[in-house]
């Protein structure tokens, strides 16, 4: 296990679309592993291959409820709607507005290669949305309302 480097925006490898994963490999497995331990170190609620340099179709999220993996994932059904402040690790410091549905389901294998569908309403829809434009090289800052605007952060 091992902390990738995060690409920052600018860096063409953020603007190609990725080739789906055909089987697990050991290689696979260890990006995995390095794919969540980069981005809980950076504290970040998901985090997709471009990100880390790597154009395969995989992501992981973690919106507080345990690590998701979702390799080749492809949204089935989205509804509803949500405006709301969105980040990215690939653009410290910076947010913007941007609507996105409120209710995501996605189908993708995990870690296992096998086929999972995963239903998700808020942050984690938000999340599903935003790994998977990543995975065909787009970037929130496309969809942003407005300004992106510094981010600060309060100290407790």
């Given at each position: 296990m091992a902390l990738r480097q995060i690409r920052i925006q600018g860096d063409a490898v953020?603007?190609?679309?990725?080739?789906?994963?055909t089987e697990m490999t050991p290689r696979i497995q260890e990006?995995?592993?390095?794919?969540?331990?980069?981005?809980?170190?950076?504290?970040g609620v998901g985090l997709a291959g471009p990100q880390v340099?790597?154009?395969?179709?995989?992501c992981v999220i973690d919106v507080g409820e345990g690590p998701l993996v979702l390799i080749?994932?492809?949204i089935v059904s989205a509804d509803g709607e949500q405006t709301g402040d969105e980040g990215c690790l690939s653009l410290p410091g910076k947010a913007g507005q941007v609507t996105r549905p409120n209710h995501v389901i996605v189908r993708?294998?995990?870690e296992n290669m096998q086929?999972?569908?995963?239903e998700g309403e808020g942050l984690l829809a938000r999340a599903f949305c935003h790994e998977i434009d990543h995975l065909d090289g787009h970037m929130y800052t496309e969809k942003v309302e407005?300004?992106?605007h510094d981010v600060?952060?309060?100290?407790?």
């Amino acid at each position: 296990m091992a902390l990738r480097q995060i690409r920052i925006q600018g860096d063409a490898v953020l603007e190609k679309k990725c080739r789906e994963i055909t089987e697990m490999t050991p290689r696979i497995q260890e990006l995995i592993e390095d794919m969540l331990d980069t981005m809980y170190d950076a504290c970040g609620v998901g985090l997709a291959g471009p990100q880390v340099g790597v154009l395969k179709r995989i992501c992981v999220i973690d919106v507080g409820e345990g690590p998701l993996v979702l390799i080749n994932p492809v949204i089935v059904s989205a509804d509803g709607e949500q405006t709301g402040d969105e980040g990215c690790l690939s653009l410290p410091g910076k947010a913007g507005q941007v609507t996105r549905p409120n209710h995501v389901i996605v189908r993708a294998l995990d870690e296992n290669m096998q086929e999972r569908e995963l239903e998700g309403e808020g942050l984690l829809a938000r999340a599903f949305c935003h790994e998977i434009d990543h995975l065909d090289g787009h970037m929130y800052t496309e969809k942003v309302e407005g300004q992106i605007h510094d981010v600060t952060y309060d100290e407790d």
